[in-house]
């Protein structure tokens, strides 16, 4: 059925702006002539080519060569934009021990990288909102690029953070863009695969960082060199997104590229107002907090619990950090199109299944992750194997949430979106989890220590519980397996009590899911009919004058 709007755009009219002043439809500002982004304009070369033949043109056309190739170039650019994240992790042993640094130092390099990442957001998504989108998103590859090319030159822990700071500012202008351009060449089933494909370069990017910073090293004999390969191919891809990317108009694939944005306060206060994007960015935000606890910390982690282990006693880091790598590629490429792909076989039939499988997806990992967490130290295969199937799962959310988001903001507001929702998860979830189970972990091994230093009978249960988890070690030497002489049993069981916080915080993020749902349907009608009274307001402000 098409609406009156869509009648009145016809190939047989020709179309001449009468009424100029600005309309505004329901807070989304329309201004037919002023606007970079209007779709039609009342400056018609000529008869034969109308204006309202150009707008259906425009919203019939389907998926070009150039909007394959745009979103290659997003994949690619959001791939390495997550191997140089967690090409870190991989050599993040190496690192501590060439700068003398301690857990808490450690996880304060995410945390930096984090914060950085979430404070410049918000500009980038107003900018992103307004101005050219593919110039912004070269910009800050080419700043990540670069400080990261520096950092591996740092002779002092202060500057080598300072460079991973200012990392974090380049990978916020790419983060708060790129989804919104996809979403503005795209809709529903369609919108929800290329944004499958763009976000399993996630995990998969993140395995690849953990194995290129490792077998790097291992190549080179220096955890420096891990840091220079991401640099290279960042380059690449501001070459690729300069000359070669396409940038869509704002609500393009929707038919509402007349819209214009509206003030940033107004922004701010609709968005806070909308309750699904409120509480699935809360729900996010606990997704961000235990995957980012989980990539820093779970190789470290599996290889304390490995080195307790009869004959694994010689496993190095880098081994661990491979492997690591590997299941969280696979568990990527399993997770995230399976989480797409039950969304959009089930959206049809069930309005309320997106959020329900993102809260289905953490409530399932936690007691896998739990399972792996406990059996670090007694079995190899079933720690693996839990960590694993729990990454699957987790994996379930990342193309839903940016879905979710797409569909319940208007068009000119999404850049904004994004950019909150960084803020909100980054501040809340990953900007802190690694340092906060850094801490933690410094703090239970000081503890441990003392307690297991006493006699059985004064010592704690949990010192007890250290003591008599695993026999003697014998052939392994403390320093192989923690750093400052501290008894690997201590340093194992400090980082396993302190990875229980994040899977906690896994639970509360699935109860939030649970809440989107009460809204999720009600939400995404107001933006449908938003945009619809939009181009409906527009056309008949318009005068529909016969072609003779």
């Given at each position: 059925?098409?609406?009156?709007?869509?009648?009145?755009?016809?190939?047989?009219?020709?179309?001449?702006?009468?009424?100029?002043?600005?309309?505004t439809?329901?807070?989304?500002?329309?201004?037919?002539?002023?606007?970079?982004?209007?779709?039609?304009?009342?400056?018609?070369?000529?008869?034969?080519?109308?204006?309202?033949t150009?707008?259906?043109?425009?919203?019939?056309?389907?998926?070009?060569?150039?909007?394959?190739?745009?979103v290659?170039?997003?994949?690619?650019?959001?791939?390495?934009?997550?191997?140089?994240r967690?090409?870190?992790?991989?050599?993040?042993?190496?690192?501590?021990?060439?700068?003398?640094?301690?857990?808490?130092?450690?996880?304060?390099?995410?945390?930096?990288?984090?914060?950085?990442?979430?404070?410049?957001?918000?500009?980038?998504?107003?900018?992103?909102?307004?101005y050219?989108?593919?110039?912004?998103?070269?910009?800050?590859?080419?700043?990540?690029?670069?400080?990261?090319?520096?950092?591996?030159?740092?002779?002092?822990?202060?500057?080598?953070?300072?460079?991973?700071?200012?990392?974090?500012?380049?990978?916020?202008?790419?983060?708060?863009?790129?989804?919104t351009?996809?979403?503005?060449?795209?809709?529903?089933?369609?919108?929800?695969?290329?944004?499958?494909?763009?976000?399993?370069?996630?995990?998969?990017?993140?395995?690849?960082?953990?194995?290129?910073?490792?077998?790097t090293?291992?190549?080179?004999?220096?955890?420096q060199?891990?840091?220079?390969?991401?640099?290279?191919?960042?380059?690449?891809?501001?070459?690729?997104?300069?000359?070669?990317?396409?940038?869509?108009?704002?609500?393009?694939?929707?038919?509402?590229?007349?819209?214009?944005?509206?003030?940033?306060m107004?922004?701010?206060r609709?968005?806070?107002?909308?309750?699904?994007?409120?509480?699935?960015?809360?729900?996010?935000?606990?997704?961000?907090?235990?995957?980012?606890?989980?990539?820093?910390?779970?190789?470290?982690?599996?290889?304390?619990?490995?080195?307790?282990?009869?004959?694994?006693?010689?496993?190095?880091?880098?081994?661990?950090?491979?492997?690591?790598?590997?299941?969280?590629?696979?568990?990527?490429?399993?997770?995230?199109?399976?989480?797409?792909?039950?969304?959009?076989?089930?959206?049809?039939?069930?309005p309320?299944?997106?959020?329900?499988?993102?809260?289905f997806?953490?409530?399932?990992?936690?007691?896998?992750?739990?399972?792996?967490?406990?059996?670090?130290?007694?079995?190899?295969?079933i720690?693996?194997?839990?960590?694993f199937?729990?990454?699957?799962?987790?994996?379930?959310?990342?193309?839903i949430?940016?879905?979710?988001?797409?569909?319940?903001?208007?068009?000119?507001?999404?850049?904004?979106?994004?950019?909150?929702?960084?803020?909100?998860?980054?501040?809340?979830?990953?900007?802190?989890?690694p340092?906060?189970?850094?801490?933690?972990?410094?703090?239970?091994?000081?503890?441990?220590?003392?307690?297991?230093?006493?006699?059985?009978?004064?010592?704690?249960?949990?010192?007890?519980?250290?003591?008599?988890?695993?026999?003697?070690?014998?052939?392994?030497?403390?320093?192989?397996?923690?750093?400052?002489?501290?008894?690997?049993?201590?340093?194992?069981?400090?980082?396993?009590?302190?990875?229980?916080?994040?899977?906690?915080?896994?639970?509360?993020?699935?109860?939030?899911?649970?809440i989107?749902?009460?809204?999720?349907?009600?939400?995404?009608?107001?933006?449908?009919?938003?945009?619809?009274?939009?181009?409906?307001?527009?056309?008949?402000?318009?005068?529909?004058?016969?072609?003779?």
């Amino acid at each position: 059925m098409q609406m009156p709007a869509q009648n009145l755009l016809s190939d047989r009219h020709t179309f001449k702006i009468l009424n100029m002043e600005t309309a505004t439809v329901g807070s989304v500002g329309i201004h037919p002539n002023e606007s970079h982004q209007q779709l039609m304009n009342s400056d018609c070369n000529s008869v034969e080519e109308s204006c309202g033949t150009m707008t259906n043109r425009t919203r019939s056309t389907g998926i070009t060569k150039l909007h394959w190739i745009t979103v290659i170039i997003l994949c690619y650019v959001n791939l390495i934009n997550y191997m140089d994240r967690f090409t870190v992790a991989g050599i993040l042993t190496d690192i501590l021990q060439y700068y003398g640094a301690d857990h808490a130092q450690g996880g304060l390099l995410q945390t930096a990288f984090v914060l950085s990442y979430m404070v410049f957001a918000p500009l980038f998504g107003y900018l992103g909102d307004r101005y050219n989108r593919k110039y912004i998103m070269a910009f800050g590859v080419f700043l990540w690029s670069l400080t990261t090319l520096l950092g591996s030159f740092m002779n002092t822990y202060e500057w080598f953070l300072t460079c991973r700071a200012l990392v974090g500012i380049g990978e916020a202008s790419y983060s708060t863009i790129a989804p919104t351009i996809i979403s503005d060449m795209f809709v529903s089933d369609m919108r929800s695969k290329m944004l499958a494909m763009f976000y399993f370069a996630i995990p998969v990017g993140s395995g690849l960082g953990y194995i290129i910073g490792s077998e790097t090293m291992k190549a080179a004999g220096s955890w420096q060199w891990g840091l220079r390969v991401t640099p290279i191919m960042g380059i690449i891809a501001v070459i690729l997104v300069v000359f070669v990317m396409k940038e869509p108009n704002r609500g393009e694939a929707e038919g509402n590229s007349r819209l214009t944005p509206t003030s940033w306060m107004s922004d701010l206060r609709a968005l806070a107002k909308n309750r699904s994007f409120v509480l699935s960015s809360a729900g996010f935000t606990c997704v961000a907090f235990v995957a980012g606890a989980l990539s820093w910390w779970g190789p470290m982690f599996i290889h304390y619990g490995l080195v307790l282990q009869p004959g694994h006693e010689n496993d190095k880091i880098e081994d661990v950090s491979y492997l690591f790598g590997v299941m969280a590629m696979i568990a990527g490429l399993i997770g995230v199109p399976a989480g797409s792909f039950m969304a959009t076989k089930l959206r049809p039939r069930y309005p309320k299944a997106d959020p329900y499988i993102c809260a289905f997806g953490l409530l399932v990992s936690t007691p896998l992750l739990f399972c792996g967490a406990i059996s670090a130290s007694s079995s190899a295969a079933i720690c693996y194997t839990c960590v694993f199937f729990g990454q699957v799962f987790l994996n379930l959310n990342w193309a839903i949430v940016a879905d979710m988001l797409l569909y319940v903001v208007v068009p000119t507001r999404r850049s904004t979106a994004e950019a909150l929702q960084i803020l909100g998860s980054h501040a809340l979830g990953d900007a802190g989890s690694p340092y906060i189970v850094g801490v933690i972990s410094d703090a239970l091994i000081r503890f441990l220590s003392k307690a297991s230093s006493q006699a059985p009978a004064a010592a704690s249960l949990i010192a007890l519980a250290v003591s008599s988890t695993v026999g003697p070690l014998e052939g392994l030497s403390p320093d192989e397996a923690c750093p400052d002489g501290v008894d690997p049993r201590v340093c194992f069981h400090s980082l396993q009590y302190s990875l229980f916080l994040p899977l906690f915080v896994e639970v509360i993020g699935g109860l939030f899911f649970i809440i989107t749902a009460m809204y999720i349907v009600e939400d995404r009608k107001r933006v449908e009919a938003l945009t619809a009274v939009a181009s409906e307001e527009y056309a008949l402000r318009s005068q529909v004058v016969p072609l003779i």
